[in-house]
């Protein structure tokens, strides 16, 4: 597609269930990025790959969420056992992580709600 | 590590006003700047960059300069519209790997 594409753009989940989120990033984008963005707050770093290594997992805030991607492509981060401070939301990024010189493009994110 | 440090707001101006919107760095070697901007409802996207120093990035009638002596890039403009309003991230990319440090963000909120 043209542009990053996150799914689902919104999701509503009781407390205490697991979630999944998905990035489609650009075609031939090899860096991915993804952020939370609570309300008031700015851009939380959570994971970056790199095709589909993770040299950066510092930013994910509990052992509940994971990260993965495959074939280079698409990513799914998952939350389990979901909290409520969890509600944020989630942006995905890609870039062709040609280093300092690689501008990112940002999906529309997912609003997730945790109830 | 990489930090980035910007004026919190919200600022609210009027039509027509100078804006300096303040954004200051640390970084080992040399980084790569940028200034992001999401308008209301939409996502982030890229305003301008300045990838070494003295380089000046301008957009929309947006500039900034890479100043190193300073480890700033402050966000100027000299005559806002109401079009404008938006919050504003400053952000960089360190030369060692690629992962984008992000400021808090900046909520600027232009009146007509």
């Known amino acids: 597609g043209a542009g990053v594409s996150q799914s689902p753009s919104n999701k509503v989940t009781e407390k205490g269930k697991d979630v999944e989120l998905r990035c489609d990033p650009i075609?031939?984008?090899?860096?991915l990025y993804w952020y939370r963005q609570s309300l008031g707050q700015g851009l939380e770093f959570l994971i970056y790959?790199?095709?589909?290594?993770?040299?950066?997992k510092s930013g994910l805030p509990s052992d509940r969420f994971s990260a993965e991607r495959t074939g280079g492509s698409v990513s799914t981060l998952t939350i389990q056992r979901t909290q409520q401070e969890d509600s944020a939301v989630y942006l995905c990024?890609?870039?062709?992580?040609?280093?300092?010189?690689?501008?990112?493009?940002f999906g529309q994110g997912t609003r997730l709600t945790v109830v | 590590g990489n930090s980035v440090t910007q004026m919190e707001g919200p600022v609210t101006l009027s039509e027509e006003a100078f804006l300096t919107i303040n954004c200051t760095y640390t970084?080992?070697?040399?980084?790569?700047l940028f200034w992001y901007v999401q308008y209301p409802g939409e996502g982030l996207q890229l305003l301008l960059k300045?990838?070494?120093?003295?380089d000046k990035g301008s957009n929309k009638g947006f500039e900034a300069t890479y100043r190193k002596e300073t480890t700033s890039f402050h966000l100027e403009k000299g005559s806002v519209q109401v079009s404008d309003s938006a919050v504003y991230f400053c952000?960089?990319?360190?030369?060692?790997?690629?992962?984008?440090?992000f400021g808090k963000g900046t909520r600027l909120h232009i009146l007509p």
């Open positions: 990024a890609s870039s062709s992580g040609q280093g300092s010189f690689a501008e990112a493009f």
């Open positions: 075609s031939g984008h090899t860096a």
């Open positions: 790959f790199q095709g589909n290594s993770a040299p950066d």
């Open positions: 970084a080992t070697g040399y980084p790569s």
């Open positions: 300045a990838t070494k120093a003295d």
């Open positions: 952000a960089l990319i360190g030369n060692r790997d690629d992962k984008i440090i």
